[in-house]
């Protein structure tokens, strides 16, 4: 059985935590930066994060994740950092004086 609709909340409220911590915070520059194109990073970190989860998973979403993982699947969420260069961007964008 698969993780159910208040489980699958859970995971995406829990996400969303540790993806505007990785960006430092709401009042972060990172958290609402665009660069010369237009492009956030942040919808970049979500998207990078729920990449390395269904990869590590191998689900195709996460209501698929399996309930006997659930566990498993926060603590993974609650250690996932962003790759290098993106922290090393994330860090640049937030030192940027306005």
């Known amino acids: 059985m698969n993780i159910d609709y208040a489980q699958q909340k859970q995971l995406k409220d829990f996400v969303s ?3 505007v911590n990785a960006l430092g915070g709401r009042s972060a520059r990172a958290y609402t930066h665009k660069d010369e194109n237009g492009v956030k990073i942040r919808p970049r970190v979500y998207s990078r994060l729920w990449h390395d989860f269904y990869d590590y998973f191998n ?6 994740l399996p309930r006997v993982r659930f566990d498993e699947a926060l603590e993974y969420i609650n250690r996932w950092q962003p790759p290098t260069n993106m922290q090393l961007e994330i860090g640049k964008i937030n030192r940027e004086v306005a």
Do not use: T
């Open 17 to 19: 935590e540790v993806v």
């Open 59 to 64: 689900i195709n979403a996460y209501a698929n």
